[in-house]
């Protein structure tokens, strides 16, 4: 798994790249990354573009999502108001994005799921 982490200053977005394989290590990784650079970043919208991700649906079951989405939820304070998760264009894993975008509102994120980065771009500069 490779991620890559782009920060645009003018626009306050953090951009985390992520390709290969995911499990719940990789990304718990990944946002220990994510905390030190919002940390010196605060207040920046988050687009988590995973568009070159694989997901076998027995690698991330929801109680790894809930462990993912609370190490977001920690971070919360040093966020902006916005999270864009950039999906593969797929009905499985559009659909198991929108299940953690369902949980991450539950929690108090603004969490949106899109497939076109473009669009969650302009959501996020809105």
């Known amino acids: 798994m490779d991620v890559r982490f782009d920060i645009d200053k003018e626009h306050k977005i953090i951009t985390g790249v992520v390709s290969g ?3 719940r290590d990789v990304l718990l990784n990944m946002l220990a990354q994510l905390r030190i650079i919002s940390s010196n970043n605060t207040g920046y919208n988050l687009l988590f573009d995973l ?3 694989s997901l076998k649906s027995s690698q991330m079951h929801m109680y790894q999502v809930i462990d993912v989405l609370s190490s977001i939820v920690d971070l919360k304070e040093q ?5 864009a998760h950039v999906a593969p264009d797929s009905e499985d894993r559009v659909e198991h994005a929108l299940k953690i975008g369902a949980l991450a509102n539950i929690r108090g994120l603004n969490y949106e799921v899109f497939t076109d980065r473009d669009l969650a771009w302009k ?3 809105e």
């Open 21 to 23: 394989a995911l499990h």
């Open 51 to 53: 568009r070159q991700t």
């Open 79 to 83: 966020l902006g108001d916005k999270i």
């Open 123 to 125: 959501w996020l500069r």
